[in-house]
Nanobody, 124 residues
Framework: QVQLVESGGGLVQAGGSLRLSCAPSGGSVSTYVMAWFRQAPGKEREFVAA????????LYSDSVKGRFTISKDNAKNTVTLQMNSLEPEDTAVYYC?????????????????WGQGTQVTVSS
């Protein structure tokens, strides 16, 4: 069973950047659709971005489009979320997720595997 391990969260000032990484142990990112979700206190889990198996197709939520970039390095077996122009509203726990299908989805129910989450805090 694959386990997803996130890293790279932290505290940053508004306008700054952070880079999150996700590495699946016991599996290869090339055989999964990979995604990032986030959950702020008192709010529902929210889709952020997804990338298909080959890395050629991506999907973003409107709230992060143009600021965040999801990418996949099959050779390093990692998925990265580059977050630029961060805003206080981006503060949340960020979760890496994956499923074995072929389509990128924004609905969390389609994803079978989840990481433990990494905290991102953006100060104003």
């Amino acid at each position: 069973q694959v386990q997803l391990v996130e890293s790279g969260g932290g505290l940053v000032q508004a306008g700054g950047s952070l880079r999150l990484s996700c590495a699946p142990s016991g599996g290869s990112v090339s055989t999964y659709v990979m995604a990032w979700f986030r959950q702020a206190p008192g709010k529902e889990r929210e889709f952020v971005a997804a990338i298909n198996r080959s890395g050629e197709r991506t999907l973003y939520s409107d709230s992060v489009k143009g600021r965040f970039t999801i990418s996949k390095d099959n050779a390093k077996n990692t998925v990265t979320l580059q977050m630029n122009s961060l805003e206080p509203e981006d503060t949340a726990v960020y979760y890496c997720a994956s499923h074995r299908g072929y389509s990128v989805f924004s609905i969390h129910n389609y994803y079978d595997y989840w990481g433990q989450g990494t905290q991102v805090t953006v100060s104003s």
